[in-house]
């Protein structure tokens, strides 16, 4: 029978970035002169740029300026980490290693942009585990729309049915949902009593049993 597929979200599953996204963002507002709304974080977690901009810190309704916002972000977060290095999450290389062995084929599907998931691979040295990877300029629409996660299925040949998805974002699990994928939360961004709309919830990676996920599809 064919083993399933894993696809891994990427901030807050296999690196602790949050603080490097948190502190780009102030960066940005400090250089084009905009409010940070309180709390704006936390409720964009996982979200695209292009749904953060213009919906939750209403900068601006331009695509064209989106755009460029959006892109600027992100060329700050990547000076960020060259000034501040990364680390995989503890447990991230130890699973990883597990499901290789298992030869259980992993996939990146992340709202982050290519560029910055390619620098981090090479800044943390674990390219070798994944075979593809989906990021926000493969898709259109943000999560939870299950796009990213869909498009990531295909890239190791699984029907949705057959992949599980580690997520630490509530729009995350739920795209995970809609993709009809089970899904697995990792309390990194949110607390273990939080993360209940998961079909399990663990502190690191580490502490899953590959056997026992090989039985949701037994």
């Not at 807050?12 to 996204?21: L, P, R, T």
């Amino acid at each position: 029978m064919q083993s399933w597929g894993a696809i891994f979200d990427w901030d807050g599953v296999i690196i602790d970035s949050s603080a490097h996204h948190e502190e780009s963002w102030e960066r940005l507002a400090r250089e084009i002169a905009k409010p940070l709304p309180a709390g704006h974080f936390k409720r964009g977690f996982g979200m695209k740029n292009e749904f953060i901009i213009p919906q939750l810190l209403a900068w601006s309704s331009d695509l064209d300026e989106i755009r460029r916002l959006s892109l600027r972000k992100e060329s700050l977060y990547r000076e960020v980490v060259k000034e501040r290095g990364l680390a995989p999450l503890p447990g991230v290389t130890t699973w990883l290693r597990k499901l290789a062995d298992a030869n259980i084929p992993c996939v990146v599907g992340s709202s982050t942009h290519r560029e910055n998931i390619e620098l981090a691979l090479e800044a943390i040295h674990l390219r070798e585990f994944f075979t593809a990877i989906v990021s926000a300029e493969d898709v259109s629409h943000g999560k939870p729309d299950p796009e990213v996660f869909l498009k990531a299925a295909q890239k190791i040949d699984r029907p949705p049915e057959r992949c599980v998805v580690f997520e630490d974002a509530h729009v995350g699990i739920q795209a995970a949902r809609n993709a009809g994928m089970r899904v697995i939360a990792v309390a990194t961004t949110n607390p273990l009593s939080d993360l209940t709309n998961a079909d399990l919830a663990v502190e690191r990676l580490d502490q899953l049993d590959i056997e026992k996920i090989g039985e949701w599809f037994a």
